[in-house]
């Protein structure tokens, strides 16, 4: 069955430090994985995807990600953090027409 | 210059009434959906729309009615509400060119339905 996990229901992190948040897929075939955060009262925003080529993607206000294949993860980073990055954030994989499946959600506490 | 606008935001309404939710998006996409988010903030897809044309209709039931007028619009009629509707539903839209599957969704503000 395709699925997408995200172990951590919260990560907890002190401004400027780094952060990460994780994201494990089971799926079958070559998967699209996204990123998208989840500010209070707001639609989802897109951060950044994985389709094919380097592991290391690089999306908006600073956030990367790095995909591994033989883990099957795709976890979600950034070298510094700042108090404003604190929001929900989902993993999601793609993997036929239309069908988006989002993990459960991490939600970022950055602490001044 | 909202790129994909729900209302209502809010919608409050009792057991067994009828309510309907319009999602509009200016982007040109040709692929809308409506999303329910629920109070552990778990999203599952309800329908998919590419071109006026129903691609998925997940297991929601028959109560929940989408109807696309047009590829920009996607409205979501809900018959006799109960309870457990109450929740977060979020419109989003995409582009599918060439069938390559890996547009991101695009989605709008939600609107948080409350049934009492």
């Known amino acids: 069955a395709q699925s997408v996990a995200q172990p951590e229901d919260q990560v907890n992190v002190a401004e400027g430090n780094p952060l990460t948040v994780k994201c494990t897929y089971s799926?079958?075939?070559?998967?699209?994985l996204f990123w998208y955060v989840q500010y209070p009262n707001r639609g989802l925003q897109f951060l950044l995807k994985?389709?094919?080529?380097?592991?290391l993607v690089k999306g908006s206000y600073g956030f990367e990600a790095e995909f591994n294949k033989s883990q099957t993860s795709f976890h979600l980073k950034k070298p510094s953090a700042l108090v404003s990055d604190s929001a929900l954030y989902f993993c999601?994989?793609?993997?036929?027409?239309?069908?988006?499946?989002f993990g459960s959600g991490t939600k970022l506490n950055v602490k001044p | 210059d909202t790129a994909v606008s729900q209302t209502p935001k809010y919608l409050v309404t009792q057991m067994g009434n009828d309510k309907s939710i319009k999602c509009e998006q200016n982007?040109?996409?040709?692929?809308m959906y409506w999303y329910k988010q629920d109070s552990k903030k778990f999203l599952k897809i309800m329908f998919s729309?590419?071109?006026?044309?129903?691609?998925i209709n997940e297991t929601v039931p028959n109560r929940f009615s989408p109807k696309s007028p047009d590829k920009a619009h996607l409205n979501l009629h809900i018959n006799s509400l109960e309870l457990g509707d109450s929740a977060v539903y979020f419109c989003?839209?995409?582009?599918?060119?060439?069938?390559?599957?890996?547009?991101?969704?695009?989605f709008g503000n939600g609107t948080r339905l409350t049934v009492t």
């Open positions: 989003a839209s995409s582009q599918e060119v060439g069938g390559s599957y890996n547009s991101p969704l695009h």
């Open positions: 799926v079958s075939g070559n998967p699209y």
């Open positions: 994985y389709i094919t080529g380097d592991n």
């Open positions: 999601a994989v793609r993997f036929y027409f239309n069908k988006f499946y």
């Open positions: 982007l040109g996409h040709d692929t």
């Open positions: 729309y590419n071109n006026k044309e129903l691609i």
